[in-house]
């Protein structure tokens, strides 16, 4: 027959042992990464990210390259004096984009982005004004709009030296590509002593 106390005493042993042993075989399977909560948390950032576009993507003009074929006829010494002064005071980048080399007359003439918005001083088209055209104030400067078949031609009417942008038709706002440019016209051009009807100061 079995001693009393030696059966208490076995199941007290048995009541400490499973539980024991339960706790061991959890530590075990955790330490062993069976608990490991990457594997089921959120998405990674890279996933994220791929998944997802950002918010903050925005549409990127194509860099320019090389330099912009422009026209350099001789200027006479007053004009090219003017030009000069021009240029020098020119942005080294407009809304159209950063400015770019040209091929010939760097100091007459300019450019700025892609498409080229192009900049020539000191030449032009002819503007004669028939009392009829229009003619475009643009921040204390009289411009001449001509449309070209893929661009404008803006030509100042009211300076001593013409200076012509031309804007491609590329840019919804052509007005305002040129009144960028009206610092620097002001400063370095001087003005007509008798300007067009047109022209109201």
């Known amino acids: 027959m079995t001693d009393p106390t030696l059966r208490s005493a076995r199941r007290v042993a048995t009541l400490v042992a499973v539980p024991v042993a339960v706790l061991a075989g959890f530590g075990a399977f955790a330490a062993f990464g069976g608990f490991d909560r990457s594997s089921v948390s959120a998405p990674s950032a890279s996933a994220t990210s791929a998944s997802a576009p950002s918010a903050f993507a925005a549409p990127v ?20 004096a003017a030009c000069r002064a021009l240029l020098s005071r020119l942005p080294e980048a407009l809304g159209a984009g950063p400015r770019r080399p040209v091929t010939s007359g760097a100091e007459q003439n300019a450019a700025y982005g892609d498409p080229p918005v192009v900049l020539a001083c000191g030449f032009g088209p002819v503007t004669r004004l028939a009392p009829q055209d229009v003619v475009y104030q643009l921040s204390g400067v009289c411009w001449q709009a001509v449309e070209l078949p893929a661009e404008t031609a803006w030509t100042t009417v009211d300076r001593e030296v013409p200076v012509t942008v031309t804007v491609p038709r590329a840019y919804d706002e052509p007005g305002q590509v040129v009144t960028e440019l009206v610092p620097a016209v002001l400063a370095a051009v001087r003005p007509k002593t008798a300007v067009p009807s047109g022209c109201v100061r």
């Open 61 to 80: 003009r194509p860099a320019a390259a090389g330099a912009v074929a422009v026209a350099a006829p001789p200027l006479a010494a007053g004009t090219a």
